[in-house]
Nanobody, 118 residues
Framework: VQLQASGGGLVQAGGSLRLSCAAS????????MGWYRQAPGNQRELVAR???????NYSDSVKGRFTISRDNAKNTVYLQMNTLKPDDTAVYYC?????????????WGQGTLVTVSS
């Protein structure tokens, strides 16, 4: 299974970006997909996650500004980021927990940089 993330870039504070992450490979079931981020000097943290039943989790710092959604037919998850702040600057990593032919495994995408200028 591979995760291909896209959509990062440079944006001014108050602007918007949308991240996409597509999963490909032998996939029986996507248990969850989501986004984590890591800023310089900080630990990787959960930003948002969507579970197989459609329920979502958000970090308190992005609630009301970010929206996670998915396209099941495309095995793709999206993160719409609005009202971006300089504190949102980080490398964003796509994450997926996937049931394959034999096991459940956690996968990570390559990371996409989001830079928010003040």
């Amino acid at each position: 299974v591979q995760l291909q993330a896209s959509g990062g870039g440079l944006v001014q504070a108050g602007g918007s970006l949308r991240l996409s992450c597509a999963a490909s490979g032998v996939i029986f079931r996507i248990n969850s997909m989501g986004w984590y981020r890591q800023a310089p000097g900080n630990q990787r943290e959960l930003v948002a996650r969507i579970i197989s039943d459609g329920s979502t989790n958000y970090s308190d710092s992005v609630k009301g500004r970010f929206t996670i959604s998915r396209d099941n037919a495309k095995n793709t998850v999206y993160l719409q980021m609005n009202t971006l702040k300089p504190d949102d600057t980080a490398v964003y990593y796509c994450n997926a927990v996937i049931t394959g032919a034999l096991t459940v495994h956690t996968y990570w995408g390559q990371g996409t940089l989001v830079t928010v200028s003040s």
